[in-house]
Structure formats: structure tokens, C-alpha cells
């Protein structure tokens, strides 16, 4: 059985829709006229956009404009208690800080009786201490006592001498860390 | 032979002539017309038109985010502000001590009083007091102080530095030591020295303390 052959063909057939300036004009009426509806479209939204955001900008220059003025009036009272947060600051840091006389206070509390001090250094984080004893027994019990205390660290005897003006007399030389 | 840029004109001129040539031969060719001036025509539209207005628009936009977050900081700040001056207020009986704590000028007559009095209470000695400089405009000098060892007292504030040297029984030392600690005024003792000597008198104790005072100006 002879099949019938369909053919298709997709170009036009009129002469003028098939020729350059057709097409160009069916595209102009087709195409191109939705691209430009579309772009114009497009464009006039920005350009109405553009009403209300101005609008908008305005008014926010305005509001800025005001509260700059309102915070302006009021920067020297801010100054002030700038400064005043900066002296309380001061004051609160440095009333954290070690207290020397403590310190002090705490060695000498442990100086056993055979043994008198001559001088206490303290500096921020170290001290030293000159004294003399009666004995050997008194320097170590005195090491011992401070060695205890979980304030002072690396405890170290620098010096150990006989008195110049009485051998019976030890000079010693402590040095110390404090916590 | 043509040189330079005729030779180049030539030689384009003849592809783009073969173009014409293959477009007006070949129908199917024809076909795509409508697809490249579309493309031509969106990418002149896009370029000349879209581009422009949407860049207005975003940057339009953005200003107005920018002022309004502005705006937002500015509402916190001014809150802020309020908050600040009925603190102000409640504490203002109080505010003065603080300006007597730290002081806005070095003030070393009042603090050398200070010692007087410490002292006169803890039947001490004042044997010497001494006020090292002061740098009363500009910048301290922070190298000098750490090579001392220092450490600077506070961010922003100024110091005063001072050697108090003081002689009495160890008890009124330690007294005046811890009165001077506990004065309005702070003080950082940075060194503090007890030293015993033996005269025909008797022991004598001298205590060196020396420290800083901060103000701020």
C-alpha cells in the first residue's frame, strides 16, 4: 500500500511575508512592540517609584536633620558624663589593684621571734625582705611561714652572713613573688 | 597590496559582503531575522534604558536603608542620652566626690595636705614629699614609663607621680600606708620600702612609698 507523503513546509508562502523588509515589518508589529510596551513599562514604574522614594528620602532628611540638632544640644552634657564614666573607670581599676600595706602587714605577721627585719621592699609584683636572726632555725621557720601562705610564691634566700657588729647575728636576704 | 588598516577593511568587508550574500541565499537563514533584531533590540533597551533607571532606583533604595538605619542609631542614641541624664540627676549629690577622686587638674597642694593630715593622725613624720613632672598639655610619655616598668594607670587619664617619705614606730607606718591607700583620692603605690636603721637613739624606721595619682583632663 503506497503511503502518501505529507510535506511541511514552515516558510510562507506569500511572496512580500517571505521578503526581508515583511518579516522586518511583522517583527516591528509582534516583537518589538512587546519589548518596547514591556521596557517602557519598566521605565515608568522606576519613574513613579521614584515619587514616593524621594518623598520618603525627604522626609528621612528631615527626621536626621532634627535629631542631630536634638543630640548637638545635648553634646556638652554628654561630654560631662563621658568624662565622668572615665573617672569612675579610673577609680574602679585602681581600687582593684594589690595593696601593699596588706602585703606587708601579712609578712611581718609571719616573722617568727628570734627574727627581726631591718627592710621590706615591695615593688608591684615582688618583695624583698633583710633581716637578721638568732639562729639558722628562725631564717628556715620564717621561710616555711611565708612558704604556707598561697599569696607568695618562689620564695628564694638570697644572702646568709654573720652579723658585722654581732657574729652571733645571721643576715639574711629574702626574695619573693606575690600572687 | 593594500597595507595597514585598508588591507583589514578588504578583508572584512569581503566576509561581511559573503554574509549578506549566504543570508539572501539560504531561506532558512532568514528564519532567525526576527530572533537576532529581537536580541539586538533587548540588548540596546537593557543597556540604554533598564540599566540607567534600575540603577537609580537601587541606589535610591539603599540611600534610604542607609538613613534609616542612621535614624535608628541616632532614636538609641538620644534614649541613651535620657537615660544618661536622669542617672545625671539622681546621682548628682554624689558626682562632686567623684571630681575630688579624680580630679580634672593634678591638684598636688591638695593631695600634699592629705599626707599631712594621714600622718599627723598615725603620729608619723613627714620627712619629704616630692611630685614628679607633669605633662599638662599633650601626651604622656609612655616610653619613659615603660622603661620604669610601668603600666599605664587607665586608658585616657593622666598621672601625677609622687615619693611620700615618712618616719615613725611600724605600726603608725603601716597605718599611714593604708590610710593613704584609702584615701578619696586614688593612689597606685608602686613602690613602697620600710627600712630600719640603729642610732645612739634607738631604731629608726623610714618608710619610702612612691606612687601615682591619676586625673584627667
Given at each position: ?8 513546509n514552515l516558510l510562507p508562502?506569500?511572496?512580500?511575508e517571505?521578503?526581508t ?12 512592540r ?9 521605565v ?10 524621594d518623598?520618603?528620602?525627604s ?6 536633620q532634627?535629631?542631630?540638632?536634638q543630640?548637638?544640644?545635648q ?8 568624662t565622668?564614666?572615665a573617672?569612675l573607670?579610673?577609680?574602679?581599676d ?5 595593696k ?5 602587714a601579712?609578712?611581718?605577721?609571719k ?6 627585719l631591718?627592710?621590706?621592699?615591695f615593688q608591684e609584683t ?7 636572726a638568732?639562729?639558722e632555725?628562725?631564717i628556715?621557720q620564717f621561710i616555711?611561714?611565708?612558704n ?15 652579723s ?13 613573688l606575690?600572687? | 597590496m ?10 572584512y ?5 559573503n ?9 532558512d537563514?532568514k ?7 529581537s ?11 533598564l ?5 537609580t532606583i ?6 534610604v536603608?542607609e538613613k534609616e538605619?542612621?535614624i535608628s ?5 538620644i ?21 575630688l ?9 591638695i593631695?600634699?595636705?592629705q599626707i ?6 598615725n603620729a ?11 605633662i599638662?598639655l ?15 594607670l ?8 609622687v ?10 607606718i603601716i597605718?599611714?600606708a ?14 613602697f ?5 640603729t642610732s645612739e ?6 618608710a ?7 586625673f584627667?583632663?
Amino acid at each position: 500500500m503506497a503511503t502518501k507523503k505529507k510535506l511541511i513546509n514552515l516558510l510562507p508562502q506569500e511572496e512580500f511575508e517571505a521578503s526581508t523588509l515583511g518579516r522586518l515589518l511583522r517583527w516591528a508589529m509582534t516583537s518589538f512592540r512587546y519589548i518596547v510596551i514591556i521596557t517602557e513599562m519598566v521605565v515608568m514604574g522606576a519613574f513613579l517609584s521614584r515619587f514616593w522614594l524621594d518623598a520618603q528620602n525627604s522626609d528621612l532628611n528631615d527626621q536626621l536633620q532634627i535629631k542631630t540638632a536634638q543630640i548637638k544640644a545635648q553634646s556638652d552634657f554628654e561630654k560631662s558624663f563621658r568624662t565622668l564614666q572615665a573617672k569612675l573607670q579610673i577609680f574602679k581599676d585602681l581600687s582593684k589593684e594589690k595593696k601593699p600595706s596588706d602585703t606587708i602587714a601579712k609578712i611581718v605577721a609571719k616573722v617568727p621571734g628570734e627574727v627581726s627585719l631591718q627592710s621590706i621592699s615591695f615593688q608591684e609584683t615582688s618583695a624583698q625582705i633583710k633581716g637578721v636572726a638568732g639562729s639558722e632555725m628562725g631564717i628556715a621557720q620564717f621561710i616555711s611561714n611565708l612558704n604556707a601562705d598561697a599569696a607568695f610564691k618562689d620564695i628564694s634566700l638570697g644572702q646568709l652572713n654573720s652579723s658585722e657588729n654581732n657574729p652571733s647575728l645571721t643576715v639574711f636576704n629574702i626574695k619573693l613573688l606575690i600572687k | 597590496m593594500a597595507l595597514g588598516w585598508r588591507g583589514q577593511y578588504l578583508r572584512y568587508k569581503e566576509y561581511f559582503l559573503n554574509v549578506v550574500v549566504l543570508y539572501k541565499q539560504r531561506r532558512d537563514l532568514k528564519m532567525f531575522l526576527e530572533v537576532i533584531l529581537s536580541l539586538i533590540t533587548i540588548t540596546i533597551f537593557g543597556l540604554f534604558a533598564l540599566k540607567p533607571t534600575a540603577l537609580t532606583i537601587i541606589s535610591l533604595v539603599k540611600e534610604v536603608n542607609e538613613k534609616e538605619k542612621t535614624i535608628s542609631l541616632l532614636d538609641q542614641k538620644i534614649a541613651n542620652l535620657d537615660t544618661a541624664s536622669s542617672l545625671y540627676s539622681e546621682n548628682s549629690g554624689v558626682i562632686p566626690l567623684v571630681d575630688l577622686a579624680v580630679p580634672n587638674q593634678p591638684q598636688p597642694e591638695i593631695f600634699v595636705g592629705q599626707i599631712q593630715a594621714v600622718a599627723s593622725k598615725n603620729a608619723v613624720q613627714v620627712l619629704g614629699v616630692s611630685v614628679g613632672e607633669i605633662i599638662l598639655l599633650g601626651k604622656d610619655d609612655q616610653a619613659k614609663k615603660k622603661e620604669a616598668g610601668l603600666k599605664p594607670l587607665s586608658t585616657g587619664s593622666k598621672e601625677m607621680t609622687v615619693s611620700i617619705s615618712i618616719s615613725g614606730n611600724y605600726q603608725g607606718i603601716i597605718s599611714t600606708a593604708r590610710d593613704l591607700e584609702n584615701l578619696r583620692r586614688p593612689i597606685k603605690i608602686d613602690a613602697f620600702g620600710i627600712n630600719t636603721t640603729t642610732s645612739e637613739s634607738g631604731n629608726i624606721i623610714v618608710a619610702i612609698i612612691s606612687g601615682r595619682l591619676p586625673f584627667i583632663q
